[in-house]
């Protein structure tokens, strides 16, 4: 992350929605949003302003008051002017609408959460979805799945996170790096 970009923990209470939000969050949503972060971790930080306004994750703060949480991992976005701030907050929502599912990749990813029973509304899906039809399920080729295995670090701080990072990276191990 740049200097203009840094990752900090910020009270709940202090983040304040952006009134003219063209975003709105139902009930049902939220609740499965506040389901996904109970599950996998806060993932996806806040985006804020320098007074705490909320640029994106509005639904995230909703869920975050759910589930009483008392702070959230935030990114202040000191280096927008004030008309970018508004066209992000545009930009962050529809941009994710625009791509299209791969259905056949999609059909497989579920199926493969299906027969190991794992709570399917926890992707935001739900069991009655089915993207493809079940006549050509036969027609399908069969696709080879192969395992991926995870290895969780805990560090303290920043530094120390990207120093395992490195090390990792440096023996040819594939990495990722995430903050809860």
Same mark, same amino acid.
């Given at each position: 992350?740049?200097? #203009? =970009? =840094?990752?900090?923990?910020? /009270?709940?209470?202090?983040? !304040?929605?952006?009134? &003219?939000?063209?975003? #709105?969050?139902?009930?049902? $949503?939220?609740?499965?949003?506040? /389901?996904?972060? &109970?599950?996998? @971790?806060?993932?996806?930080?806040? *985006?804020?302003?320098?007074?705490?306004?909320? !640029?994106?994750?509005?639904?995230?703060? +909703?869920?975050? &008051?759910? *589930? @009483?949480?008392?702070?959230?991992?935030?990114?202040?976005?000191?280096?927008?002017?004030?008309?970018?701030?508004?066209?992000?907050? +545009?930009?962050?929502?529809? +941009?994710?609408?625009?791509?299209?599912?791969?259905?056949?990749?999609?059909? +497989?990813?579920?199926?493969?959460?299906?027969?190991?029973?794992?709570?399917?509304?926890?992707?935001?899906?739900?069991?009655?979805?089915? *993207?493809?039809?079940?006549?050509?399920? $036969?027609? #399908?080729?069969?696709?080879?799945?192969?395992?991926?295995?995870?290895?969780?670090?805990?560090?303290?701080?920043?530094?120390? =996170? =990207?120093?395992?990072?490195? !090390?990792?990276?440096?023996? @040819?191990? #594939?990495? &990722?790096?995430?903050?809860?």
């Amino acid at each position: 992350m740049s200097k #203009k =970009q =840094q990752l900090e923990q910020v /009270a709940v209470e202090s983040l !304040i929605p952006y009134a &003219r939000n063209a975003r #709105k969050h139902s009930d049902e $949503q939220v609740a499965q949003i506040a /389901a996904s972060i &109970r599950e996998f @971790g806060f993932n996806a930080p806040v *985006l804020v302003d320098g007074e705490n306004g909320i !640029i994106a994750g509005h639904g995230r703060v +909703l869920a975050a &008051r759910k *589930l @009483g949480l008392k702070e959230v991992p935030c990114v202040r976005l000191l280096h927008l002017t004030d008309t970018q701030r508004r066209a992000y907050v +545009l930009a962050d929502n529809k +941009l994710a609408l625009n791509a299209e599912w791969d259905e056949e990749m999609l059909e +497989l990813e579920l199926s493969d959460l299906r027969e190991i029973d794992y709570d399917i509304s926890l992707t935001g899906f739900n069991e009655s979805e089915n *993207l493809t039809s079940h006549e050509n399920e $036969q027609q #399908k080729p069969e696709v080879q799945i192969h395992s991926v295995f995870e290895v969780v670090a805990e560090c303290q701080h920043e530094e120390e =996170q =990207q120093m395992v990072y490195n !090390i990792l990276t440096e023996k @040819g191990i #594939k990495c &990722r790096l995430s903050t809860l």
